[in-house]
Nanobody, 124 residues
Framework: QLQAYGGGLVQAGGSLRLSCAVS????????IGWFRQAPGKEREGVSC????????SYIDSVKGRFTISRDYAKNTMYLQMTSLKPEDAAVYYC???????????????????WGAGTLVTVSS
């Protein structure tokens, strides 16, 4: 089970840190990632990191602003979001899967486990 939290309302330019706590299995052997879905849009992979932590990916629109990380000991993953923009507003989901990160996040269909999502709202 994955439980994402940390979303909320923030002004443009602000920061949020999303967390995703995992129970029932260990994240150690999984690619993990953060996906988001805005109203009327498809779910997209925002940032992913492979099981070793050595390879990360970010979509162009968040590069330099978002940072993904994982804590093996706590079986938790994070997404630090800074300089938030109104276009970052969406429901953010954490996910885990076996597909490796190759240049970008795996497709959503390739992720095996999903959290329920946490809403991020950015006011202009």
């Amino acid at each position: 089970q994955l439980q994402a939290y940390g979303g909320g309302l923030v002004q443009a330019g602000g920061s949020l840190r999303l967390s995703c706590a995992v129970s029932g299995f260990t994240l150690n052997y999984y690619t993990i990632g953060w996906f988001r879905q805005a109203p009327g849009k498809e779910r997209e992979g925002v940032s992913c990191i492979n099981s070793s932590g050595g390879t990360t990916s970010y979509i162009d629109s968040v590069k330099g602003r978002f940072t993904i990380s994982r804590d093996y000991a706590k079986n938790t993953m994070y997404l630090q979001m800074t300089s938030l923009k109104p276009e970052d507003a969406a429901v953010y989901y954490c996910a885990a899967g076996r597909r490796r990160v190759v240049g970008s996040c795996p497709r959503p269909d390739d992720m095996k486990y999903w959290g329920a999502g946490t809403l991020v709202t950015v006011s202009s």
